[in-house]
């Protein structure tokens, strides 16, 4: 056998002296070992050295050619057989760990089911030459076929014949070779047209896989949307339709301009990067761009933090936007071939809309080459007239093109001519379409031209667990929730944001509202502030009046207040509600806040909205509602909430045939905060439950002051309404309770959404509970509930606290994310209590070890509000010292806060 090597695989590696190396060897294996992990070794040295990464590629597929001819040839396969590169190897493009996909094939003549004579030989030599090439460290895919198999695989599978079409010959019998690619043909099988409407089907139904976004925060740069696969998918439909065999070609077809080829060549190089760089880090098969490697990766593309933004977000910023072109491009070549292909036999007539547009077969239409250039305004009113017409099943290819040429035109004159004001606006205020055309517009660039502000967070990321999208995608999302609220079959979702949703009187300040919450992020200083300032510029160039500008300003300005109050202070307490109402006003800032703060955070990630937030966003709502109907120079006082509350509670147990006598006593011993604490409903459940256990206690309830009877009681009760699973425990006052608590919820896989704590005089305390299963659902199963009685009752019956075996593990995701312990107090002098604020790593018992902690510092803990935001948690415990008093020692504080900060520091 005689070898041409070009001269550039000779500064690879030295394949004639492996050539020697074989002839002289008895078996291939270890000479063809060694050249493989040589030629991987001096790949990886030549891409640290930043070498071309199209060069690297084909250089590897080369070389893996010539490995394969020698094995070949080693075992004689070559009469009357061909082995064939098919699929990416066929394309001549290899990254370090990539399949090798081979086809091998054989005449008819050789049938593989016979075993005899000169079959025999070449069954043995070919499962001789497919395991050596698993032995030499290959990852293969392989198929054995003759031609007319192939053809009949190929004719029922989409993806068999997209793999055979960029099959090339490698070694062996170039006649068998070329009488599978006569058979190929779009004559013989799969026509152009049924190709390109399958291969559309394909990459529909792989982007539903992802949600039908790029901006995952884990993307697979091949199979996702604006990956390499979208880019292949162009390659094949060309290859098909014009007969070309590189995607530069198509620029001589004018199917794409230079600029456009230019743009795909860099995304896929950029793609191509990081596919090289991570088989590399992890030395196996990966297309996942997994938090793992992204810091790495940034690290080794020498990205680096500036202010405001994390190395690795600058990658992946650079990463998204890069994929959103990719997405943009792919898309209108695609609808292009629609065009040209699957509706060219149609005679439809166009249809005139008006001077600038037209419907052509159900797409709009510039009428001609210079609409936008003579009538700028127009890139603004196509999406008000696809708005305003369902019936308009998209933009036709050609005009998608002529927009991103012209966007240039959208300049701070245009920005301010009153058409184009007015057209934008009128989006907003359109009954239909407008999530669709908002998103049309970012994917054409449009709508970052028009808001320069939307440009900077294009493609941003926020590298967390929290912030599932990057952040023009959650505000576009945003959007999407807002506008959904306002459409009656969705009713059922939100039913007190769809009851606002009637009387709103300007639905488009929502959605500016919308638009503009997050814009600020990225650019250091405090997001909301700095997008108040751009929301009002924006008002004000767009002419909204001098109310409808504050309210849109101060929706941003404060779009995380309701949110925060809810999670983080305890709405029970009229003081709180009165110092929100307070901060929103009027009724009608309250409607839109609550829908844009439902809005945002069911944006933020599918994980993060559960029934608990809802239910504390209603009920938020409903009590700051009441003091605003009320009147804030009215506020409802502390005593006169306690006396309602326990008038209504009261009422209800009497009618329950509860007597006063023991209702009085049993209260007696509890302190008055007990009852703005909790709602009637709780009080009423809890006394029900505590005098029902003495009903046939031969010791009256009046002596039990002293008493050191330990009779306890757990309920549990799924509370659809409270958005929650409620588990009441009343028992002999310890201090490793809420420590013990917690602990065992950790190892149920339960999450706490908040604890209160009440302690009375006659040594008994009160421990409430909301939680939720591990996936956000109420907790409904009754023998899922019996398990979580059993394993309290278990716990409350040792003598002496065991702190329980950790069962959970951090996820992989959690891995990767570390949070500086923070705890931070604020005295509020008024209720008598401290506020401990704690920012740690979210991690399995986490709420038992801070139990422990305020056990070694002698705190008394009352509630505690929870709050996930992914990998983090900010936790607020109020507190008090072992006297029942407010801790405003320093001293004191430093201590407590040592000990937190330890005992989390314990669990790392």
């Known amino acids: 056998m005689q070898l041409v090597i070009p001269p550039s695989l000779e500064l690879l590696f030295d394949f004639s002296t492996l050539e020697t190396e074989l002839a002289q060897s008895k ?4 000479p063809l070992k060694n050249a493989v992990k040589s030629i991987y070794d001096k790949q990886v040295e030549q891409f640290q050295a930043k070498q071309n990464i199209v060069h690297l590629i084909r250089e590897r597929s080369q070389a893996i050619d010539i490995i394969l001819t020698m094995a070949w040839s080693y075992y004689n396969l070559g009469e009357n ?88 010959l490698i070694t062996g019998d170039n006649t068998l070779y070329e009488q599978l690619s006569g058979q190929l043909s779009p004559e013989n099988i799969w026509t152009t047209k049924d190709f390109t409407a399958a291969k559309i089907e394909e990459k529909n139904k792989r982007y539903l896989k992802f949600n039908e976004t790029a901006y995952n925060l884990e993307p697979n740069i091949k199979e996702g949307p604006g990956g390499l696969r979208d880019i292949q998918i162009i390659g094949w439909v060309a290859k098909r339709h014009f007969v070309v065999e590189s995607l530069k070609d198509l620029v001589g077809h004018n199917f794409l301009t230079p600029h456009e080829y230019e743009q795909l060549e860099h995304g896929q190089n950029f793609l191509w990067k990081i596919r090289f760089a991570l088989h590399i880090l992890c030395k196996r098969h990966e297309e996942r761009l997994l938090f793992d490697y992204q810091r790495e990766l940034a690290q080794q593309f020498g990205y680096t933090d500036n202010e405001g933004k994390l190395a690795v977000e600058c990658f992946m910023t650079d990463y998204y936007q890069t994929v959103m072109e990719l997405e943009r491009l792919n898309e209108m070549l695609l609808q292009y071939f629609q065009e040209v292909i699957i509706f060219s036999d149609s005679d439809a007539k166009p249809i005139k809309i008006n001077r600038r547009f037209i419907n052509y077969k159900g797409y709009i239409a510039a009428t001609n080459q210079s609409v936008f250039r003579n009538y700028p305004f127009a890139l603004l009113e196509i999406f008000l007239l696809l708005c305003q017409d369902p019936e308009l099943k998209g933009v036709r290819a050609s005009t998608i093109r002529l927009i991103r040429a012209h966007c240039y035109l959208i300049d701070d004159s245009f920005r301010k001519d009153l058409r184009c004001r007015t057209l934008f606006m009128e989006i907003l205020r359109q009954p239909f379409g407008i999530t669709h055309e908002m998103r049309r517009m970012n994917r054409y660039g449009v709508l970052a031209a028009y808001i320069p502000e939307f440009k900077q967070i294009v493609g941003q990321m926020q590298h967390d667990l929290y912030h599932a999208y990057t952040v023009d995608e959650h505000t576009l999302k945003v959007l999407r929730n807002a506008r959904r609220l306002f459409v009656p079959e969705h009713a059922d979702e939100l039913p007190l944001a769809s009851k606002i949703a009637h009387y709103l009187p300007k639905p488009e300040l929502l959605f500016l509202a919308a638009l503009y919450h ?26 909204l009046n001098l109310r409808d500008t504050r309210l849109v300003t101060w929706l941003v300005r404060n779009h995380l207040i309701m949110s925060m109050t809810a999670q ?11 110092e929100f109402a307070t901060l929103i006003g009027e009724s009608q800032y309250l409607d839109y806040l609550y829908m844009l703060t439902v809005s945002d955070i069911r944006a933020t990630s599918p994980k993060v909205w559960n029934s608990w937030k809802d ?87 009046q002596h039990l002051e002293n008493s050191s009877t330990n009779k306890s009681i757990i309920l549990i009760k799924p509370h659809k309404e409270r958005g929650g699973t409620e588990i009441f425990i009343y028992t002999l006052e310890v201090d490793h309770l809420f420590a013990m608590v917690a602990a065992t919820f950790s190892q149920l896989m339960l999450d706490i959404t908040e604890a209160k704590t009440i302690t009375t005089s006659n040594g008994y305390t009160y421990h409430t509970y909301f939680v939720l299963e591990g996936d956000g659902s109420i907790v409904t199963d009754k023998e899922r509930i019996e398990m979580i009685r059993f394993s309290l009752e278990e716990k409350l ?48 018992a986490l709420l038992s070890h801070i139990g422990q902690a305020l056990i070694e510092c002698r705190v008394h803990l009352d509630n505690v509000k929870i709050s996930t935001f992914g990998e983090r948690v900010e936790d607020v415990f109020i507190i008090r010292n072992e006297n029942k008093q407010i801790i405003t020692d320093i001293k004191k504080q430093e201590a407590i806060r040592r000990a937190v900060i330890q005992f989390i520091d314990e669990m790392e």
């Not at 650019?523 to 002419?543: N, S, T």
């Open 568 to 578: 983080r202070k305890d709405i029970n307490d009229p003081a709180v509600i009165h």
């Open 81 to 168: 057989a061909a082995l064939l590169a098919v699929g990416g190897y066929g394309r001549g493009e290899l990254h370090p760990y990539s399949d090798v996909d081979l086809l091998l094939l054989h005449d008819a003549e050789h049938d593989l089911d016979d075993e005899s004579g000169d079959n025999k030989e070449f069954i043995e030599n070919l499962h001789f030459f497919i395991a050596l090439l698993w032995d030499i460290g290959l990852e293969i895919g392989h198929s054995v076929r003759t031609v007319d198999e192939c053809i009949k695989e190929a004719e029922n599978d989409i993806t068999i014949i997209s793999n055979l079409m960029e099959s090339r």
């Open 615 to 701: 239910s504390l966003l209603v009920q938020l709502y409903n009590l700051t509602k009441i003091a605003l109907n009320k009147g804030l120079e009215n506020p409802q006082q502390q005593d006169e909430c306690i006396r309602n509350c326990k008038a209504i509670a009261q009422g209800k147990l009497l009618d329950n045939h509860y007597s006063q006598a023991s209702i009085t006593q049993l209260w007696s011993w509890l302190p008055t905060e007990y009852f703005f604490k909790f709602q009637v409903e709780e009080i009423v459940w809890q006394t029900q439950a505590i005098l029902d256990i003495y009903k046939q206690d031969p010791e009256p309830l």
């Open 27 to 30: 078996t291939p294996l270890l």
């Open 797 to 844: 019956s040792q003598e002496q606290f065991v702190f329980p075996t950790l069962t959970q593990r951090l996820s992989r995701t959690e891995k990767q994310f570390s949070h500086k312990t923070s705890v931070h107090f604020d005295e509020d002098l008024e209720n008598n209590q401290t506020l401990m604020t704690v920012s740690a790593s979210n991690r399995p």
């Open 518 to 543: 997050d814009i600020g992020k990225g650019r250091g200083g405090r997001h909301e502030e700095l997008g108040a300032i751009d929301a009002e510029k924006f008002c004000q160039l767009h002419d």
